[in-house]
């Protein structure tokens, strides 16, 4: 009988984390932005069916970046956790932090586990306070490790090219149009410092609005409306005056409490790519 071949647990969470690294940056790009009256997410997502970014509860968002099946188990999850805490106890019982948490100690057990592989996806979780200091945005990578963001986050390929031009960039107080053309230039940016444009058909875009009356912040920004605010401003006095408007995420036919849809960029289940 030969002796197994031995392989260091370092080494062997090691390539675990390389393995889910690669995975993840096959994935189209996505960026959590704040603006002046909320939170607003940009993904680079050709598919309608698929969705990268989706409401989880009444001001809570979720966005992810890499293999469709399984972010969309996670976000599955998640909207399963808010409905029963919020009706088992109140509805402002269900934050971003509590969420966060438990995607948290999910991937990490995945991740430690030696019987699976590491989910390969990348996860941003955000809640939308009263004003902006009250804004709360987490990252989640594979390993189940929470990073609590400020201003701008990206994740997916080419994500630390994309950080660095955002955080070059990004102020407090942007308007929506602002935030936006700010997201889709940064997402148009290759590995080699070029640009490439990218049009409202190529975009996922969802706003956490803070302004609106109902008690659901989030909505999907669609059609001519995202059209209007990609399209830079005719003057420096500033066309975006009219931020707030956008498509209600119940227009894109859901009609139901919850977002069904989580973005992918890949019909098989594969990583977007």
Known sequence: M????YVSPQQAMADRAEYARKGIARGRGLVVLQYADGIVFVAENPSRALHKVSEIYDRIGFA???KYNEYENLRIGGVRYADLRGYTYDRADVTARGLAN????????IFSSAGEKPYEVELIVAEVGDAPEDDQIYRLPHD???IDEHGSVAVGGNADQISAYLDQRHEDGMTLGAA???AVQALGRDGNGGERPLTGDQLEVAVLDRTRPQRRKFKRVLGRRLAELLE??????GSDAEEPGAEDSGADGSGGKKDTGAKGGDAKGGTDD
């Open 2 to 5: 030969t002796t197994p071949f």
């Open 64 to 66: 992810a970046t890499g």
């Open 102 to 109: 438990v995607y948290a100690q999910t991937l990490g057990t």
């Open 144 to 146: 189940g490790s929470i």
């Open 180 to 182: 936006l053309r700010l």
């Open 232 to 237: 830079p401003p005719a003057d420096s006095a």
